[in-house]
């Protein structure tokens, strides 16, 4: 099974998210820069957390464009595997408009940095799964996490149980408190919370590896099916 | 060669939160007559193109494609002949 995580200059959520991945059993990890423009032959494309070229413009606005991210949609269309876009990974991924929506400036207009509970709000994903707990506790860190929609794309994000993970306590005026979506064929999952930044004991309690896990699972699964074809 | 001016600002609705920490200032200070502040971007450049209308649609392209939002906000385009060159 193979995993390659994306970076942008400025990532810096790259390391953590390797070694989320890499702690799991018959799992090939790399790291793919961002001028890389050929198709991947990855399971799971990561769009890591970070500030991607400053976060100037608008978070993601810049990275949307490098060639790394066209080579990400002729992945998503060939649908070859899934994607996962960690907080600014989340943010590039709106912009491309890869998942719908716009993560605009908190609420509180603070750069917010803490341990949130996080509802699981569909566990019938590639990427909840193996999750047995109600409410992870997960890091939060970002300025610009507000996530927005017109009134149809939530209606439809709702009633698809595209909404996966919610926060018990909204702290960044999120429109329904939406912390990380799906798109329409659940190959995509975007999310603010920093799964990876807890999957230690040592980091929190852990509770971030079931998001790992899940995939992985899914991904074992698939891998072994294509394998039997052969 | 024309110079163009284009605003990107949010859309009526979306929190502005820059926007509503300048107000509080400003009705801190008693400057009660200003209302309905908000806070955009303002992006100068030029454009070589051979006439007008060439000129505005890739500035359009421009604002629309990379220097705005759709989902959060709105730009105006402003063009002028630039005779400097």
């Known amino acids: 099974m193979k995993v390659g995580i994306v970076v942008f200059p400025g990532t810096n959520c790259d390391r953590d998210t390797f070694k989320a991945f890499s702690r799991l059993p018959e799992v090939e990890v790399e790291y793919v820069w961002h001028t890389f423009t050929e198709l991947f032959d990855y399971d ?102 507000n996530y927005c929609a017109d009134a149809s794309t939530i209606y439809e994000l709702e009633s698809e149980k595209r909404v996966i993970f919610r926060y018990v306590e909204n702290p960044n005026g999120s429109m329904n408190a939406i912390a990380g979506i799906m798109d329409e064929e659940f190959r995509i999952l975007g999310m603010m919370p920093h799964p990876e930044r807890n999957c230690d004991g040592v980091l929190g309690n852990g509770d971030g590896r079931c998001v790992f896990e899940s995939i992985y699972h899914e991904l074992s699964r698939e891998v072994s099916e294509r394998d039997g074809l052969r | 060669m024309y110079k163009a001016d284009v605003l990107v600002n949010f859309k009526k609705g979306v929190l502005d939160p820059q926007a509503k920490a300048i107000s509080g200032v400003l009705s801190h200070l008693g400057y009660d007559a200003i209302t309905d502040l908000r806070v955009g971007k303002h992006f100068v450049f030029k454009v070589d193109a051979t006439d007008r209308d060439k000129a505005y649609a890739i500035v359009e392209e421009v604002a629309k494609r990379i220097l705005s939002n759709p989902v959060l906000e709105t730009y105006t385009i402003e063009l002028k002949r630039d005779d400097e060159g």
């Open chain 1, 44 to 145: 799971l494309i990561v769009l890591p957390g970070g500030f991607s070229y400053g976060d100037y413009l608008r978070c993601g606005a810049l990275a949307r464009f490098s060639p790394v991210m066209s080579a990400v949609e002729k992945y998503i269309l060939s649908k070859k595997g899934y994607v996962l876009g960690i907080c600014n990974g989340f943010q590039i991924l709106t912009e491309a408009g890869l998942l719908p929506g716009a993560l605009s400036r908190n609420a509180n207009n603070r750069f917010i940095c803490e341990f949130c509970d996080i509802e699981i709000v569909n566990y019938n994903t590639p990427f909840t799964r193996m999750c047995e707990k109600r409410v992870l506790k997960l890091p939060i860190a970002h300025s610009d996490g």
